[in-house]
């Protein structure tokens, strides 16, 4: 099982950047692939971006292509979210979520999730 506590964001200018983290627990940190959605109010959760386990598969959604970062280290069991060039539509609560041996884009598709961390980003 695995558990997972996002930091990082905040309120920030368009264009600007913001980094969030995600602590994991767990001793099979290692073999789940991470990914991150986003919220906005009254809209579907959205993937944002997955990476793999080994950190060498990444899938990134459209509209972030580009200017968002996804990485992960192991050895903390922490997944980053590097986001530049931030957009207003990019506001959200932005979460962070796990699937063990799998490699999928689908929010219902992912096993734990993390609270959320509120990402403003002002026009």
């Known amino acids: 099982q695995v558990q997972l506590a996002e930091s990082g964001g905040g309120l920030v200018q368009a264009g600007g950047s913001l980094r969030l983290s995600c602590a994991a627990s767990?001793?099979?940190?290692?073999?789940?692939?991470m990914g991150w959605f986003r919220q906005a109010p009254g809209k579907e959760r959205e993937f944002v971006a997955v990476?793999?386990?080994?950190?060498?598969?990444?899938i990134y959604a459209d509209s972030v292509k580009g200017r968002f970062t996804i990485s992960r280290d192991n050895a903390k069991n922490t997944v980053y979210l590097q986001m530049n060039s931030l957009k207003p539509e990019d506001t959200a609560v932005y979460y962070c979520?796990?699937?063990?041996?799998?490699?999928?884009?689908?929010?219902?598709?992912?096993?734990?999730w993390g609270q959320g961390t509120q990402v403003t980003v002002a026009s």
């Open positions: 979520a796990s699937k063990l041996f799998s490699i999928v884009l689908r929010a219902e598709d992912y096993d734990y």
């Open positions: 767990g001793r099979t940190f290692s073999s789940y692939a």
């Open positions: 990476i793999g386990w080994n950190g060498g598969t990444t």
